[in-house]
């Protein structure tokens, strides 16, 4: 496998060895039934999500309700299913490739809907890594998943976001600068096993307390989602160093 291809699993394992890091990643193990069990009893929600591939394609949301039954939200179907085993047979019947099982975090809403936000971190030769753009990628309706194309949702400016959020936790200005020294902090740490990696797109989120946390980081990201925005600085920013 290329180091392109590696699997979200690798690159989670890379930050976990950061002490400081790995309070911000949601707890992620291989899928089995054993891991989904384990995941149910200790979480109130769970994703299952595929160990390759990006879009959030094949995300699923497992969410306890009691009395030993689980909503399962895949696409915008949703399902109400009795018990771990079967929860676990329904999923595996829909799941065709190698998939992981993960904490879920209740994510901040903007008008009832989850948003995550898209940090681009990057380099020029020989000197250190910045922040060059951030984003808010807010879901379609009915949908768990952020991806604009997928669920029809739509991206805001982070600022944006954050003070249309039920967040109170801390201003807009604090927060923006936790995601800065967590999504840097994670390009060094990721930069101790790809070493010649100049760019990173991360996949970040604010729960509903406010904490950050890193969901996933691609090594390819799309910057497309930039134009998007009214204001395109950010985009001529991030384009800027990739000459």
């Not at 595929?50 to 959030?56: E, M, T, Y």
Request: with cysteine; proline share 2%; net charge positive.
């Amino acid at each position: 496998m290329g180091k392109y291809n590696e699997s979200k699993l690798k690159k989670y394992r890379v930050l976990r060895r950061n002490s400081r890091l790995a309070s911000t990643l949601p707890r992620t193990r291989l899928f089995s039934k054993h891991a989904l069990r384990h995941f149910l009893k200790q979480y109130r929600k769970v994703i299952a999500k595929p160990i390759a591939g990006s879009g959030g394609a094949g995300v699923i949301l497992i969410t306890s309700l009691g009395d030993n039954h689980y909503k399962v939200h895949r696409g915008c179907r949703k399902r109400t299913i009795r018990g771990k085993s079967a929860t676990y047979r329904y999923i595996r019947s829909r799941i065709k490739s190698q998939y992981l099982v993960q904490k879920g975090i209740s994510l901040a809403r903007v008008n009832g809907r989850p948003f995550d936000i898209r940090v681009m971190v990057q380099r020029r030769s020989g000197s250190s890594w910045v922040v060059t753009g951030m984003l808010a990628k807010v879901a379609g309706a009915g949908y768990i998943i952020t991806n604009i194309k997928r669920s029809g949702g739509r991206v805001l400016p982070l600022r944006s976001a954050i003070q249309l959020s039920s967040l109170r936790s801390a201003s807009a200005d604090q927060l923006i600068q936790r995601l800065k020294a967590v999504a840097v902090a994670a390009a060094k740490q990721l930069s101790t096993y790809y070493a010649n990696q100049r760019v990173y797109g991360l996949d970040m989120a604010l729960d509903s307390s406010g904490r950050v946390w890193i969901i996933e980081a691609n090594l390819r990201p799309d910057i497309s989602l930039f134009l998007k925005l009214k204001d395109k600085s950010q985009y001529r920013r991030i384009r800027s160093y990739k000459r």
